[in-house]
């Protein structure tokens, strides 16, 4: 007999259900009308048996259509109704559960078009997974971006990992797919497999996941983002309010796997939350304005800095939960602490788990290596100019802002970012329309993200990690520029640690170095780095690059940061740094701790914390950092015996700070500086003084300037210079 024409239709159906190639599993699968009532479908290819269980009571077996999907029929029932399915399996095994195919679409019509347009903002509120509540039932809400996929099945712990069982359905023309799973709720494991147009099926980690596996394990975890209750409103209050450009900002920069470990237990590295309550007491000791943390955001190998990011809404799971993570960053904060973390927009590595051909195709990348491959890295770039790939990308800014109350991201790679040709010989890239080398829809991109953190959420920083001499980086994107509020000056950090390398008897041509910057540095809003990148693959650490014997080597560090710290530009300095660590960095191991248990290292220590001191409480060491109204030359050219000499101001001009350095391994006796002022100028700091672990060579804490014209300036002050030592003066009363 020949079956209604509805049924054949549905036979053709059923079949592509089967074969796991169903666009929109729904219109077939769970209950819908039928000619004489309502008909409930499921796909259970193992089951012995199934039985639907309606709300208002009784017993209705479903017969095996084939396949392994089976249907049961209910007479006289035009209107649907809510039930629940049990299952038999071989061996007696029996589950009772609600139909996921029973459930509305958890995306509304604004989120689709928002989606469509890559103009979702808060895009991690639907995408990822979701506990929640969804027509008077719990469960987790599943979504992920995956347009050219044949068909997408989110897998996990609640259905052993079979593609077979929860099979998702294709939001419109997104290119979204979608399904609520009743009963899962946080801590549940899942991937989506996802099947391309031709090929085998893909496993992959959800790229808004919210919680992850601990490495080398790659799936993610279900989290709920809205358990943890933050203490920390008067911080986010008074953060709103300050100038970023106008306050102290002194950074302390922090691998967390090795900056302790709990020797203890096996060495393992400090969760986070035993990390808030560590770090935040040290940081707040040391006097350090901000912590940057990294790696944070999940990533493959552990002893790197994660700048191979594949969780981009996830902190690494290898310290912990992501509420311990928040409890971190909110004890930091009640401490007086901003948090500064990583942020690597430029690429992605290529793990099979992870956004690298994410559904069988160039997705988050361009399909042209000449775009879309990083030759120096071995990654893969984001493609820009893909509404949904900028969408993904400013949704992840934001979402560590919100979410985790972050005071600023540091952007890494942006050179790479910003020239097609970067790292690239001839005809390795493609040029931009223009025929220019500029890589426009990254540029727009930049722009974008950096001016919604300002406009969302004022007081944070954006910091740009950017070798080149782009113009404007820290400009507004108004006046032509790219809206960080920070750009890194790593030229100032390699000439600087070029000339501290060498010997002071060479030191008088190599003089330029420390007065080039001075070019430039008020051309953008500047971070002066000791970071991370000079203590690693063979560069020794920063007192292991001071010359001379052990005494000097100090005594040149020493200089060295008081040098820093009066010069124009906010401060950063990579653990370790702080106390003269003496070995290399090695991600295996804690820092050298008990080297503070020895004099010099903690004359270090204790100096580093005096210039964190200074900081804050001197108004001409940081309101003007980027304004060359804040600063005056008055010894730029004693070459021959490796002084230097200026003068810091206050925004008002009614303070100022003299700084003098004797770079050279001799003291100076009678030696003449200019001052602004006549009258006292009391010696706030001395690099060689006794207690940072120097001569104690020193003026008496004291100068007298008398109205002797030198250095441009109308007074002038005969002072000692101590060996390799760099003073501060300020006025007596200000």
């Known amino acids: 007999m020949r079956r209604p024409a509805e049924v054949a239709a549905s036979e053709a159906e059923i079949r592509r259900i089967v074969e796991l190639s169903h666009a929109d599993p729904h219109s077939v699968l769970g209950i819908h009308p039928d000619p004489t009532g309502v008909v409930i479908r499921t796909y259970r290819p193992d089951a012995t048996s199934v039985t639907v269980l309606p709300s208002f009571g009784g017993e209705v ?19 649907a109704f809510e039930y629940l399915l049990r299952v038999e399996y071989p061996g007696g095994a029996r589950f009772t559960f609600r139909d996921p195919y029973a459930f509305l679409p958890t995306f509304g019509d604004l989120d689709l078009h928002l989606v469509s347009e890559g103009r979702h903002e808060r895009i991690w509120e639907r995408m990822g997974a979701h506990p929640r509540h969804h027509q008077g039932h719990f469960g987790t809400s599943f979504a992920v971006w995956a347009p050219s996929a044949k068909s997408v099945s989110v897998v996990g712990d609640f259905n052993s990992w079979d593609g077979r069982l929860h099979q998702m359905r294709s939001i419109g023309s997104t290119g979204v797919w979608e399904l609520f799973v009743p009963e899962v709720s946080a801590g549940a494991r899942y991937k989506y497999e996802v099947r391309p147009q031709t090929g085998p ?14 490495p080398p394990a790659t799936a993610s975890v279900v989290h709920d983002l809205d358990r943890y209750l933050w203490k920390d409103g008067a911080w986010m209050a008074a953060r709103r309010d300050k100038d970023p450009i106008r306050q102290p900002v002194s950074i302390y920069e922090v691998h967390l796997s090795s900056w302790r470990r709990v020797i203890e237990e096996g060495n393992r590295p400090l969760s986070w939350r035993e990390a808030g309550a560590q770090l935040a007491a040290y940081v707040k000791q040391m006097g350090f304005t901000h912590v940057e943390l990294l790696p944070v955001a999940e990533h493959p190998f552990g002893g790197s800095w994660g700048y191979q990011v594949t969780g981009y809404f996830s902190p690494t799971a290898r310290h912990g939960h992501p509420d311990d993570f928040k409890a971190l960053v909110d004890e930091l904060h009640q401490n007086g602490i901003g948090v500064i973390v990583d942020w690597v927009p430029a690429h992605f590595p290529k793990d099979a788990h992870a956004l690298a ?27 820009y100019g893909r509404n949904e790939v900028r969408n993904f990308l400013l949704a992840s800014a934001l979402f560590w802002f919100d979410q985790y109350h972050v005071d600023g991201l540091r952007v890494d790679a942006v050179a790479s970012m910003l020239y097609r040709d970067y790292s690239r010989k001839p005809g390795e890239w493609i040029p931009n329309k223009y025929g220019g080398r500029e890589n426009e829809e990254a540029i727009a991109f930049l722009k974008e993200v950096n001016e919604r953190v300002r406009d969302l959420h004022p007081g ?8 080149t001499a782009f113009p404007k980086v820290t400009h507004r994107a108004r006046d032509g520029g790219l809206s960080f509020h920070y750009k890194w000056s790593l030229g100032w950090m390699h000439d600087t640690l070029e000339y501290f390398s060498a010997n002071p008897v060479y030191r008088k ?20 780095p000791l970071s991370h990148d000079e203590v690693v693959h063979g560069k020794g650490s920063l007192l292991g690059k001071m010359p001379g014997d052990d005494w000097q080597q100090f005594a ?4 060295l940061y008081g040098f820093m710290w009066a010069h124009p530009g906010k401060k950063l300095l990579f653990m370790g740094g702080e106390f003269a660590q003496r070995k290399e960095w090695n991600h295996d191991v804690s820092l050298d701790w008990h080297l503070l248990d020895a004099g010099r290292h903690a004359g270090v220590n204790t100096l580093v914390k005096d210039l964190n001191r200074h900081l804050v409480s001197e108004p001409a060491l940081f309101e003007l950092d980027g304004e060359g109204s804040g600063f005056e030359w008055l010894q730029p050219d004693s070459a021959d015996v490796n002084v230097y000499a200026f003068v810091r101001w206050s925004q008002d001009r009614k303070q100022h700070l003299v700084c003098v350095a004797n770079l050279s391994p001799a003291p100076r006796s009678g030696y003449r500086i200019g001052m602004p002022k006549a009258g006292r100028y009391l010696e706030l700091l001395n690099s060689d003084a006794d207690v940072y672990g120097g001569s104690g060579t020193g003026n008496g804490g004291a100068v007298m300037a008398e109205a002797v014209p030198a250095d441009r300036q109308p007074n002038s002050a005969v002072m000692t210079l101590p060996p390799l030592a760099v003073l501060w003066f300020k006025p007596e009363g200000d």
């Open 556 to 559: 040149n560090l020493r200089a």
């Open 509 to 528: 041509w190599h003089h330029h170095k420390l007065t080039f910057t001075m070019v430039y540095v008020f051309s953008e809003n500047f971070l002066l």
């Open 357 to 383: 051909r994410f559904d069988g195709t160039a997705l988050y990348e361009h399909e042209d290596p000449r775009m879309g491959a990083h030759p120096d890295w071995g990654t893969l770039v984001f493609n």
């Open 460 to 467: 944070a920083l954006m910091i740009a990690e950017e070798s």
């Open 61 to 79: 077996p479903a017969r095996h259509r084939f396949g392994g999907v089976w249907e049961a029929r209910l007479n006289a029932k035009p209107e």
């Open 201 to 214: 099926h893909l496993l992959k980690a959800d790229p808004y996941a919210f919680r992850t596996e601990t």
